[in-house]
């Protein structure tokens, strides 16, 4: 069974330019979750998404949106850049109980975003 | 202050040898605490999941153990492999209405032979 993918592995963009990452969940998985890694903030939460619908959101700016197909695939949308958007964003997909229950989470290999 | 503390920043030890990993946290009540074991330029991948009531987790070599009365989880390598060298995060999942996710900012662990 094929793992999470996310597309594109590497970005470079520059300041006040828009972003769209894509992230295709495992088969049969419904649940998909974004998440942001930096060295200084280490993984914080975006967004999670089921069924089309946002289900859960973290403490990031309205810039931050994402959305999700019936197909489960995601995509995760940053508008204006700024240089602190700089980080690898990850993806995540499960079944469906939520990033809040004991259900595994499996990582893609993330985006790498670099704002200059 | 962070709510998820892990200890130590980073650790070296020989092949072989074995290693605790320690997660302080001070969200209580939780719904479950997570660690993932992260390689460089690669996503996390999950380890063990314990729910607030269990004591003990394991995975293979990983075993992660909670002490709800001091706050602590640790995550006990055993018979450590070059393969083993990673960051290892702890995430606490708080979900009694007010959900929130909590992540630790890890320890980065080397193997060295």
């Known amino acids: 069974k094929a793992g999470v993918t996310q597309t594109p592995r590497y970005l470079i963009k520059t300041r006040g330019q828009q972003v769209t990452l894509s992230c295709s969940p495992i088969s049969g998985h419904r649940s998909v979750s974004w998440y942001q890694q930096t060295p200084g903030q280490g993984l914080q939460f975006l967004f999670e998404y089921f069924s089309e619908t946002q289900r859960n959101k973290g403490n990031f700016p309205g810039r931050f949106s994402g959305r999700q197909f019936s197909n489960s695939r995601s995509e995760m949308n940053v508008s204006t850049l700024e240089l602190g958007d700089s980080a690898l964003y990850l993806c995540a997909s499960s079944f469906g109980s939520g990033i809040y229950q004991e259900e595994t989470q499996y990582f893609g290999p993330g985006t790498r975003l670099l704002v200059l | ?113």
């Not at chain 2, 998820?4 to 001070?26: M, R, W």
């Not at chain 2, 987790?57 to 995550?75: F, I, P």
Request: aromatic share 8%; charged share 15%; proline share 4%.
């Open chain 2, 1 to 113: 202050k962070n709510q998820v503390e892990q200890s130590p920043q980073s650790l070296i030890i020989l092949e072989g040898k074995n290693c605790t990993l320690q997660c302080n946290y001070t969200v209580s009540p939780f719904s479950n605490l997570r660690w993932y074991k992260q390689d460089t330029g690669r996503g996390p991948v999950s380890l063990t999941i314990m729910t607030f009531s269990e004591n003990t987790k394991s995975n293979g070599r990983y075993t992660a153990t909670l002490d709800a009365d001091t706050k602590q989880s640790s995550l006990h390598i055993t018979a450590s492999q070059l393969s083993d060298s990673a960051s290892y995060i702890c995430v606490v999942s708080f979900n009694f209405g007010n959900e929130k996710l909590t992540f630790g900012t890890g320890t980065r662990l080397t193997i060295i032979p």
